[in-house]
């Protein structure tokens, strides 16, 4: 069974810490990507990954940078946290023909 | 730019009710289409996709979706829901690229509530 696993659920993080989102996929999908997911504004795309150590912004990348040292693993970091921040994020994986794409069960961060 | 359009945002039926959930997108090229479903508490999951073929396309829990090319359109059909159709559902497209398809356009949903 496929699986991408986000590391929590959920998060409460104040004003100005450093953040990590974690997630680990186990379809060695090439693609993988961070979303963000808020009432009335469907998935905004905040940044993507074709390949290992490779990066591309998405359509919301401000105060966000992410990490892909594995083709497994890809990191969002939210360098000083906001509460304009507060959101569902939502990791997903696809492989490089892009069939079709995975979905982690997501985080909730709160930021306070 | 590309765009996807989801005609209803709240959508609110008894059981037993016919569904159908409209998608347009604006892109003139191939497009590869999807719907996803999230039910209350779970991940995103695909409900039924279309590559080429029948454009009559079936997935999962009855769900079915008609591609009209020349209508740019990808609507959502479901004869009869249930209760356990509540949930948000979500209209994306891939653009087509032989190298690589890097990422999906996505709707903003409709959330759909079934009455019992």
């Known amino acids: 069974d496929v699986k991408v696993t986000q590391s929590s659920r959920y998060l409460v993080k104040r004003t100005g810490e450093k953040v990590f989102l974690e997630c680990v996929q186990d379809?060695?999908?090439?693609?993988m990507f961070w979303y963000r997911q808020d009432p009335g504004l469907g998935l905004r795309l905040i940044y993507f990954?074709?390949?290992?150590?490779?990066?591309e912004k998405g359509d919301i990348p401000e105060g966000y940078s992410v990490s892909r040292e594995k083709k497994e693993r890809f990191s969002l970091i939210l360098e000083s946290a906001s509460t304009n921040q507060t959101s569902m994020y939502l990791c997903?994986?696809?492989?490089?023909?892009?069939?079709?794409?995975?979905f982690g069960q997501g985080t909730r961060l709160t930021v306070v | 730019a590309q765009s996807v359009s989801q005609h209803n945002h709240h959508v609110i039926l008894s059981e037993a009710a016919s569904l159908e959930l409209g998608c347009n997108y604006s892109?003139?090229?191939?497009?590869?289409l999807f719907w996803y479903v999230q039910y209350p508490g779970q991940h995103l999951q695909l409900l039924l996709k279309?590559?080429?073929?029948d454009p009559l396309v079936k997935g999962i829990k009855g769900f079915e979706a008609e591609f009209i090319k020349s209508k740019f359109s990808f609507n959502l059909r479901k004869p009869s829901v249930q209760w356990s159709d509540t949930a948000e559902y979500f209209c994306?497209?891939?653009?087509?690229?032989?190298?690589?398809?890097?990422?999906?356009?996505w709707g903003l949903g409709t959330s759909l509530a079934v009455n019992p």
């Open positions: 994306a497209v891939n653009t087509y690229n032989a190298g690589n398809n890097r990422k999906l356009i």
């Open positions: 997903a994986s696809s492989p490089r023909g892009g069939t079709e794409a995975f």
């Open positions: 990954s074709y390949d290992v150590k490779m990066k």
């Open positions: 379809m060695d999908h090439e693609n």
């Open positions: 892109y003139g090229g191939t497009v590869n």
């Open positions: 279309y590559f080429s073929g």
